[in-house]
C-alpha cells in the first residue's frame, strides 16, 4: 500500500511547516511510518538537530525515546512469559526476584505511609495498576521525596524505590512500574535488560541503531535536547538520561537499565518493532519470530476494564520543567471506556482515523508512537522537547497520522 507521490510530497510539507521557526516551532523532528510488510511508507527528518545546532536534522539521528521503552519491555517480559520463565500474576515470584519492593509503604493523602495489603504482579506493573508513580506527574510523591527528591533518570534504583500512591491493584498511575518488571526479567534471566534486548529484540530484528548505552558512532548523531519557555521560545538544554551517555563500559554494570525510560534509537529502528507488531511478533525484514500472535493479540487487550476512566484523571505539571499539565490522555469524542494493553494505551477510536484497537504511547521528551494492527499501520514521531505535552508537536502527529488514514482510504 504505497503512497502516492503527492501525499509523500504533502507530508514532507507538513513536517517542514512545523519545524519552519527554529526558535518557536519545532527545531528538529523525524518521521517514520511503517506498513504491516515492514516497508516504510513515509520517513522525513526536518529542521534542525537542535535549536543551538547548525546540522540539519537527518533520518540517521538518534533519540533519546524514554518511555517509548515500555513497549520494548513489554515485549520483552511477554518473550519470558511465552517460555514460562515469567508469570503475569504470580506475586510471589515477583517478590522473590525484586525483594526491594516487599515492604514498600502506601502514601496516603496527608502523608502518611501505610502498609500495602497485597502483592504485587507483573500483570500490575505492566499496567501501571501496582501503585507506583512518577514524581513529575505526581504532587504528593513529589512533595513526599523533599527536600532531597527522586531524581528517576539517575540510574540508581534508590530513586526508583518510591513508596506506592495506592494498594496495589486499587487504581491506575502512570509511573516506575514497568522499571521493576524490567529488573524481574533481568533477575530471572541473569542479563542486563540491554544485553537481553539487543539478543532477543534488536538483533533479530536487524536493528543497530537502538540501545540502553548508545555506541560513539550513535551518540556522534545524537539529537539535541531542547526546552520550551513559557513564552513559547526554546533554548537548549542537558540531556535528562544523562548517565549513559557519559559511562565507561567497565561502569555499566552499575547503571540501573531502565525499562520505563532507557532507550535510544532512531525512528527506523523503532519503527520496526512496530512492524513486527503489525506483522503479529514476526518480524517482516529479517522473518524473525520474537512473540506469537496469540501473545500480541494479548498486549492489545484492554487488561484495566475497572478503571475505564484512568486517563481522564489528568495529569499535573508536578515537575513543570518536565511537564506540562494533561487535564486528559487522548481525548475521543463522546468519552468510550479507555482501555490498556500490556505496556500500552489502546485509543478506542480518536479523530485521525485509526483503529479503536490501536496501541499507542509516548516519551518524555515529545515522542509519539502508534500501532494499528487492523488497519496495517503505525509510525513514529520524535522530538527532543521538554517540558512533556508539547502542543506544536501534538499538532504534527495528529496531522501527520490524518494525512496517512486519508491516503489509505480509512
Same mark, same amino acid.
Given at each position: &500500500? ?9 507530508? +514532507? ?22 506498513? +504491516?510488510?515492514?516497508?516504510? *511508507?513515509?520517513?522525513? #527528518? ?10 540539519? &536534522? ?7 525515546? #524514554? ?5 520494548? #519491555?513489554?515485549? #520483552? ?12 500474576? =504470580? ?8 525483594? %526491594? ?22 500483570? &500490575? ?47 491506575? !498511575? ?48 545524537? @539529537? ?9 521560545? *526554546? ?13 565507561? @563500559?567497565? %561502569?555499566? +554494570?552499575? $547503571?540501573?537499565?531502565? @525499562?520505563?525510560?532507557? /532507550? ?10 512496530? @512492524? ?26 484492554? !487488561? ?8 481522564? !484523571?489528568?495529569?499535573? =505539571?508536578?515537575?513543570?520543567? *518536565? ?21 500500552? &494505551? ?15 504511547? /509516548? ?11 487492523? +488497519? ?7 522530538? !527532543? ?5 508539547? $502542543? ?19
Amino acid at each position: &500500500m504505497p503512497l502516492s507521490a503527492e501525499v509523500i510530497e504533502n507530508l +514532507k510539507k507538513t513536517v517542514d511547516a512545523a519545524c519552519a521557526d527554529l526558535k518557536s516551532d519545532i527545531p528538529g523532528t523525524s518521521v517514520v511510518v511503517v506498513g +504491516k510488510d515492514g516497508k516504510e *511508507l513515509f520517513a522525513h #527528518a526536518a529542521g534542525q538537530r537542535g535549536v543551538t545546532s547548525s546540522e540539519p &536534522m537527518t533520518p540517521d539521528n538518534v533519540f533519546w525515546i #524514554a518511555s517509548c521503552t515500555k513497549m520494548i #519491555a513489554g515485549v #520483552a517480559c511477554m518473550q519470558l512469559v511465552e517460555q514460562g520463565k515469567l508469570h503475569l500474576d =504470580d506475586g510471589d515470584e515477583i517478590e522473590r526476584l525484586i525483594p %526491594e519492593i516487599k515492604d514498600l509503604k502506601v502514601l496516603q493523602k496527608d502523608g502518611s505511609l501505610v502498609d500495602k495489603k497485597r502483592k504485587i504482579t507483573l500483570r &500490575m506493573l505492566l499496567t501501571h495498576t501496582a501503585g507506583f508513580g512518577y514524581t513529575f506527574f505526581n504532587n504528593e510523591l513529589r512533595d513526599f521525596s523533599h527536600p532531597i527528591g527522586f531524581d528517576e533518570f539517575s540510574g540508581h534504583i534508590k530513586d526508583i524505590l518510591q513508596p506506592l500512591t495506592f494498594q496495589p491493584g486499587e487504581g491506575w !498511575q502512570y509511573g516506575v512500574n514497568i522499571d521493576f518488571a524490567g529488573l524481574a526479567l533481568e533477575r530471572a534471566t541473569g542479563l542486563s535488560l540491554n544485553d537481553y534486548c539487543h539478543k532477543n529484540i534488536f538483533e533479530p530484528l536487524g536493528l543497530k541503531n537502538i540501545s540502553m548505552f548508545p555506541t560513539d558512532a550513535m551518540k556522534k548523531k545524537l @539529537a539535541f535536547m531542547n526546552h520550551r519557555k513559557h513564552d513559547g521560545s *526554546l533554548i537548549g538544554r542537558d540531556h535528562l538520561l544523562r548517565k549513559p551517555l557519559v559511562v565507561e @563500559a567497565s %561502569e555499566k +554494570k552499575d $547503571v540501573l537499565n531502565s @525499562a520505563g525510560a532507557g /532507550a535510544f534509537s532512531t525512528p527506523s529502528d523503532y519503527a520496526q518493532i512496530i @512492524a513486527t507488531l503489525l506483522n503479529d511478533g514476526t518480524s517482516p525484514a529479517t522473518g524473525a519470530k520474537i512473540l506469537k500472535k496469540e501473545t500480541v493479540d494479548l498486549m492489545f487487550t484492554n !487488561q484495566i476494564e475497572k478503571f475505564p476512566d484512568f486517563g481522564r !484523571q489528568g495529569i499535573p =505539571d508536578a515537575k513543570p520543567d *518536565l511537564t506540562n499539565p494533561l487535564p486528559e490522555l487522548y481525548p475521543v469524542e463522546g468519552n468510550p471506556p479507555q482501555g490498556w494493553g500490556l505496556t500500552f &494505551m489502546l485509543s478506542n477510536g480518536g479523530s485521525t482515523g485509526r483503529s479503536k484497537t490501536t496501541g499507542f504511547w /509516548a516519551g518524555l521528551p515529545n515522542c509519539w508512537w502508534w500501532c494499528d494492527r487492523e +488497519k496495517g499501520v503505525g509510525g513514529i514521531v520524535c522530538s !527532543q522537547i521538554l517540558p512533556f505535552g508539547d $502542543v506544536k508537536v501534538l499538532g504534527l502527529w495528529f496531522d501527520i497520522e490524518t494525512q496517512i488514514y486519508q491516503a489509505l482510504g480509512n
